[in-house]
Protein backbone atom coordinates (compact mmCIF):
# COMPACT_ATOMS: atom_id res chain seq x y z
CA UNK A 1 0.00 0.00 0.00
CA UNK A 2 3.04 2.38 0.91
CA UNK A 3 4.62 2.08 -2.81
CA UNK A 4 1.01 2.53 -4.43
CA UNK A 5 0.68 5.44 -2.44
CA UNK A 6 3.98 6.97 -3.57
CA UNK A 7 4.07 5.51 -6.91
CA UNK A 8 0.11 6.51 -7.58
CA UNK A 9 1.07 9.48 -9.81
CA UNK A 10 3.57 8.21 -11.61
CA UNK A 11 1.09 5.28 -13.02
CA UNK A 12 -2.15 7.06 -13.04
CA UNK A 13 -0.45 10.03 -15.87
CA UNK A 14 1.02 9.75 -19.13
CA UNK A 15 4.88 9.85 -18.15
CA UNK A 16 7.10 9.84 -21.65
CA UNK A 17 6.70 12.04 -24.47
CA UNK A 18 7.60 8.85 -26.40
CA UNK A 19 4.02 7.57 -25.08
CA UNK A 20 2.73 9.61 -26.46
CA UNK A 21 3.84 9.95 -29.78
CA UNK A 22 3.90 5.98 -30.39
CA UNK A 23 0.00 6.16 -29.00
CA UNK A 24 -0.84 8.90 -31.03
CA UNK A 25 0.16 7.24 -34.32
CA UNK A 26 -1.14 3.58 -32.89
CA UNK A 27 -4.24 5.04 -32.44
CA UNK A 28 -4.82 6.32 -35.85
CA UNK A 29 -4.71 3.43 -37.31
CA UNK A 30 -5.96 1.40 -34.36
CA UNK A 31 -8.98 4.13 -32.53
CA UNK A 32 -10.89 1.43 -31.20
CA UNK A 33 -7.98 0.45 -28.82
CA UNK A 34 -7.69 2.66 -26.70
CA UNK A 35 -8.20 0.61 -23.42
CA UNK A 36 -5.14 -1.40 -24.75
CA UNK A 37 -3.66 1.58 -25.15
CA UNK A 38 -3.60 2.64 -21.80
CA UNK A 39 -3.26 -0.55 -20.07
CA UNK A 40 -0.21 -1.05 -22.21
CA UNK A 41 1.25 2.19 -21.03
CA UNK A 42 0.49 1.69 -17.29
CA UNK A 43 2.30 -2.15 -17.36
CA UNK A 44 5.07 0.21 -18.64
CA UNK A 45 4.93 2.70 -16.00
CA UNK A 46 4.54 -0.25 -13.61
CA UNK A 47 7.86 -1.95 -14.62
CA UNK A 48 9.77 0.95 -13.27
CA UNK A 49 7.98 0.04 -9.32
CA UNK A 50 8.63 -3.80 -9.38
CA UNK A 51 11.88 -3.13 -7.48
CA UNK A 52 9.76 -0.83 -4.91
CA UNK A 53 6.92 -3.37 -4.76
CA UNK A 54 9.54 -5.95 -4.22
CA UNK A 55 11.09 -4.55 -1.29
CA UNK A 56 8.10 -4.24 0.22
CA UNK A 57 6.65 -7.59 0.01
CA UNK A 58 9.73 -8.80 1.35
CA UNK A 59 9.17 -6.74 4.35
CA UNK A 60 5.76 -7.09 4.66
CA UNK A 61 6.20 -10.91 5.00
CA UNK A 62 9.02 -10.82 7.61
CA UNK A 63 6.81 -8.25 9.45
CA UNK A 64 4.02 -10.70 9.07
CA UNK A 65 6.40 -13.53 10.60
CA UNK A 66 7.67 -12.11 13.35
CA UNK A 67 3.92 -11.43 14.61
CA UNK A 68 2.84 -14.80 13.43
CA UNK A 69 5.45 -17.00 15.09
CA UNK A 70 4.26 -19.16 18.02
CA UNK A 71 6.25 -20.00 20.96
CA UNK A 72 6.45 -23.14 20.16
CA UNK A 73 7.81 -22.96 16.65
CA UNK A 74 10.75 -20.61 18.31
CA UNK A 75 11.45 -23.16 20.33
CA UNK A 76 11.83 -25.65 17.52
CA UNK A 77 13.18 -23.97 15.27
CA UNK A 78 10.42 -24.42 12.76
CA UNK A 79 6.82 -22.89 11.54
CA UNK A 80 5.26 -26.39 12.54
CA UNK A 81 4.38 -28.06 15.93
CA UNK A 82 7.25 -29.80 18.05
CA UNK A 83 8.00 -33.04 17.01
CA UNK A 84 6.00 -35.69 19.26
CA UNK A 85 2.94 -33.49 19.66
Known sequence: MEVGRRRARDLARPSYEIYRHLLTDYLKLNPDNQVHAAAAVTAL??????PELTEAIVKARKEWAAQNRTPQATATGQGGPAAGG
Not at 45 to 50: A, L, M
Open 45 to 50: NGIGIV
